[in-house]
């Protein structure tokens, strides 16, 4: 499938900035599932530094904006083919041994009601077939909920009040794989659900480390695998590792406000 995608972020800053410098990871994955036909990122009123590549793959530009005050507009936008792989991501540029996957953050770590559930699964020698028992798992065990958690929540927080969106899925289930030795690590991308233009949120998802198989995508939120309407952009231990923009704010003593919009459009 081919997908038109505009992501803007707009951030307004009721004060004076005198330093503010932000890194995007908003530049979509190269892989064997999508093809990458054109991308650009701009920003208003700043400075963006030519990209670079980190060790898991992702381009990364730095933006630099010095006082400055008011509404900043960053937009994220190009044109992406995809393709179904069963999952199976392909081709990644990394450079990071998948062990590393296996540490856990404050938002993953398990706590009583996680130990308690994974002390009724048993890992079967095939992995694969124990990671998609462990996304009916998750996607059964709490109830999707806009506005029930927030970015801070964490992996235990959502299984205890058994709410969540798709971040809290997507923590919960690294949180078990992680416990049964398989690396698991958090997903940031965007996700087409129908035909028709329309605004969309970004989304989360997990991808688990299979030996022979390599990095397999799991969407517990929607109790399958990714296939070619998932949008790959960024991963990390969690959400906040995984984040597209992250930022520092020099001597900023006022109020940031945030809101974005994504539109995608599907054209094939």
């Not at 005050?69 to 936008?77: D, P």
């Not at 992406?80 to 990644?92: A, R």
């Not at 540490?103 to 095939?126: A, F």
Request: with cysteine; proline share 3%.
């Amino acid at each position: 499938m081919i997908f038109n995608i505009k992501h803007q972020t707009n951030y307004y800053f009721t004060d004076n900035v005198p330093r503010l410098v932000q890194s995007l990871k908003l530049f979509p994955s190269k892989c064997k599932s999508q093809n990458i036909l054109n991308w650009k990122i701009t920003c208003d009123n700043s400075i963006i530094e030519a990209s670079h590549q980190d060790a898991l793959g992702h381009q990364i530009y730095n933006i630099y904006t010095d006082n400055f005050s008011g509404e900043q507009i960053i937009i994220s936008e190009g044109k992406i083919e995809t393709k179904n792989c069963q999952g199976i991501m392909k081709g990644l540029h990394e450079k990071v041994n998948p062990i590393c996957f296996l540490r856990n953050t404050e938002l993953t770590m398990p706590g009583k009601k996680i130990w308690e559930l994974s002390k009724k699964l048993k890992k079967k020698k095939d992995e694969i077939s124990f990671c998609h028992e462990l996304n009916l798992i998750v996607a059964e065990i709490i109830s999707f909920k806009t506005g029930s958690t927030n970015n801070g929540t964490t992996a235990e927080t959502s299984l205890k009040q058994k709410t969540g969106v798709c971040q809290d899925y997507a923590h919960i289930m690294i949180s078990l794989a992680r416990i049964f030795d398989i690396p698991a690590r958090y997903i940031n991308g965007y996700l087409m659900e129908s035909n028709n233009s329309n605004s969309y949120s970004t989304h989360a998802w997990v991808e688990v480390f299979i030996k022979n198989l390599g990095w397999v995508g799991f969407d517990p939120s929607h109790k399958k695998c990714i296939d070619e309407n998932y949008i790959r952009i960024s991963c990390g231990y969690d959400f906040t590792d995984a984040s597209p923009i992250k930022g520092v704010k020099l001597n900023f003593s006022g109020i940031e406000n945030l809101s974005f919009k994504l539109d995608i459009n599907s054209v094939q």
